[in-house]
């Protein structure tokens, strides 16, 4: 076991050293199949069953590029206001690791697709700081191992290792920032609202799941530290195994603490990698590789140039949807929020799917009501974010506008969500399947409303006397006769029209 | 009754087609040379006896129910080099990592040879992953050559080049990094053609290195050899590198050669491919060759290409860079062979084992120099270099090709060498490359055509033509023209003076 | 001109894969001092306004519509492994971090 790393206390930190940040975020497109071969990319599946010659890298197999991967690099390059590369080209970065089936990853190295952007990122507090992009380029991803034996089921003390290669060949885009500095104490907070503004921003865009519990979203931070005063960057350390926006911000915080102990006793900081560990919000030491890894690159033979042309970028560009900050400032005003309720539906990440619902037909306030409240429990009850929940805004308004038309009273509307949620379908087919409608049919529910005046004649006497606010009894009566799934309101006029009344 | 295994591919094709003979019958011939012929030869690494005479079989069937055959050249047998990959029938490269590997699918060559109704007897011998000029790094022992057993049949493609010159195939698929389908056919008295690179698809190629590698025909006739292109050619969606344009016309050339008039032509002698190391019975052979082409009608002019003097080292550096990493994915985690899996190793020293144990002296020598020419600190020097010189070469093309139509030069500056005697010298081995490399790096096409024996040896000498890239069909005009005027000035075609098996040392 | 050392060969190996022998050392320390030196003639001639050429065939642009297409089955995937459990491939302990 590695000892307990010493920390400095974070003010501390702050008072003697400027934070330096880089942010390498990894993106699984959400292409219909993988970067170089036409396998399905889908999460999970049984182990092996999404693989080909060509992403298993068996012998004299041949990759070829998918076009709505570059498509989509092009369109991630400029909603990051990047510059998009006249030509250029795949490399091999050549290492061997079992997860890796031609043990070399086809990669881009020196001639990104992307390069030279910026995206404006909002804090907390509706401050907004511009982090520079250096690149983003396309690259393809590894297999997934599984290390049996051991007690953690993690590398160490594992007797053997089992390799599925599903995962192998599904396209990446790495972002990589330039290195983010005067970021001072809000350095962590920079680097989770960094990591939402792109993940929103690539949610709106429908280029990736951007999911991060599943790892089509992954977040590899930098940080090194410099005493206040000097500007050459100190040693950095690389941190994985980031998989929430909580820890990206956990994640920096921890190691500033760490560094700052670490060269305030006298020390040096190693340049390596460290693993963030979930349960504790520590960070661990990776292994110390011998020698610095010499990847061996060159160009690509078996893949040619990319070279987009100007009208194709353009198109592109034309495609771009409105960022998500841009709508939620537009929302802000079109449904007069305060700045205090637009950040709690930001922050609960309801804005950008309120304002998709809105954008899907529904009215704002129906919108706002169904994610910040119902979903929202639903959400809290899965402990996954709201964004992750398995049902799209244009579900909702659909919800919304069965609700409008009658066709759905509120409760029916909840059952149909959670049967959306549960994976049944569209809302029209729950209705249909799990037999949901309002009964608006009159001569189905007159027998309804007659039978619970039969059965009830004494109150029947009295409605029919005047007491008006008897027919609720009835109503109940009805109500319960058919399920719930009438409307209460016709009930009662129907309830009224039979007495006489 | 003919000796069926004597004929021309275009000669059985015709016979089988008109119900005059079955392509079972014509498979079985060949079948039976191999079994005759191989155990001295060893042009196979395996004989897909019982899947020959089964495609064979569908074929008659075929041509008995009144279909038309699927190809010209439906019905006749083909040695396939054991580089490309076969379903279900072995794939080793020459290697012992592969052993025995069976893969999962068909290369696009494969795949078009099966459609085409060509029947596939079997995978022929081959350097290690290709790498060699003599055969000899075959991990399942040497091919010898029909002409004298005692000699190299050349590399790498030296079973296919023997299988043709032995009579057990009337067509061969070979493939050409730096001269391995075109130095074995010099060295047998056969026909070999690079095509254009990304004329014919590399899908199930198993890679050397994956820019200069192309796979093309091997034939006794450049007639077949252009019957053969023509099945093999053509655009592939799944190689990236494939040319999205029609096969050039290579039969109609070769039909309009084998008239004989080479006027117009313009014939450009490399001047560089001369003098020092040059067999002089090469020369001579050459020079003969040159003064028949003029004696067609063609225009003969000298053309210097000072840079070919650098094609040689450029290509020691970018082939062996590629194949470093190109065979990286022999791990023995997926597939291949695997030593030391005894609980003790871990994964990284099980790689390394089995890499050791699996791959040869020339793929472990070419590996470890294409590791040092991209290491960095040496990447610019080397390989970046290399690279430049690749440009150099391919600008030393366009001029010549600006001045004259095809370029000629002999295929390779000596006759087969013999066995072992250039084994513990990698740099003279290499040497047998040095007049095709520089069509790799351009990627031009280029053949190599039977010129007659050398004086001084009585063995085989081939003549090679060079056009520019996507003008194949010129190889095959000037090809066939030089073939029929040299038969019928020798009195008939060089390969049917192989010596019988017994003859042959 | 180059002059590799034994321990350069050794570093190749290693970085290449390749448990070589001490005699293969060796030999190969040897052979490859010898090639390296002849290939180092490309330099000669590769001057700083000469382009490199990666590809001989100058295509661009060669890209697959975004479609599925049938690959292999697990079994088949699987048939050539030297061990396979679970649906998967079985390899050696596996030492050091993922990349």
Redesign the interface.
Known sequence: MTAVAELMDYAEVIERFDPVLGLEVHVELS???KMF????NVFGG????????T????????????????ESAIRIGLALNCEIAQ?C?FA?K???????????QTSQYDEPIAFDGYLDVPLDDGEVVRVEIERAHMEED?GK???V?GATGR?HG????????NRAGVPLIEIVTKPITGAGERAPEIARAYVTALRDLLRAMDVSDVRMDQGSLRCDANVSLMPKGTSEFGTRTETKNVNSLRSVERAVRYEMARHGAVLAGGGTIRQE?R?FQESDGTTAP??T?E?AE?Y????E????????SREWVEELRGTLPEPPWERRKRIQEEWGLTGEELRDLVNTGAADLVAATVDAGAEPGDARSWWVQFLTQQANAREVELADLPITPAQVARVIELVKSGELTNKLAREVVQGVLAGEGEPDEVVETRGLKVVSDDTALLTAVDEALAAQPDVAEKIRGGKVQAAGAIVGAVMKATKGQADAKRVRELILERVGA | MTDLTRLTAAELAAKIHAREVTSAEVTRAHLDRIAEADGRVHAFLHVDTEGALAAAREVDAGLEAGHAPASPLAGVPLALKDVLTTEGIPTTCGSKTLENWLPPYDSTVTRRLREAGIVILGKTNMDEFAMGSSTENSAYGPTRNPWDHERIPGGSGGGSSASLAAFEAPLAIGTDTGGSIRQPGAVTGTVGVKPTYGGVSRYGLVAFSSSLDQAGPCARTVTDAALLHEVIGGHDPLDSTSIDAPVPPVVAAAREGARGDLSGVRVGVVQEFAGEGYQPGVLRSFQAAVEQLRELGAEVVEVSCPNFAYALPAYYLIAPSECSSNLARFDAMRYGLRVADDGEHGAEEVMSLSREAGFGAEVKRRIMLGTYALSSGYYDAYYGSAQKVRTLITRDFTAAFERVDVLVSPTTPTTAFKIGERVDDPLAMYLADLCTIPANLAGNPAMSVPSGLSDEDGLPVGLQIMAPTLADDRLYRVGAAYEVARDAAAGGSLVHQVPELEAAK | MPNISRDEVAHLAKLARLAVTDEELDVFAGQLDQILDAVAKVGEVAGDEIPPTSHAVPLTNVFRADEIRPGLSQEQALAGAPAAEEGRFRVPRILGEEQ
């Open positions: 292409t219909n199949t071969c036409g396998c399905a049984e182990p092996n069953t999404h693989v080909c010659p992403c298993l890298g068996l012998p004299g197999a041949l990759p070829v590029m998918n076009g709505k991967a570059v030509w080209r091999r050549n290492y061997f690791y079992p997860d890796m089936p031609k043990n070399f590894t191992s599984l290390h034996g590398i594992a007797e053997h290792s089992l390799l599925d290669y990698t693993h990776g292994r590789k020698t010499d061996r690159y060159f160009p033979p078996d893949l040619v140039p990319v070279a987009p």
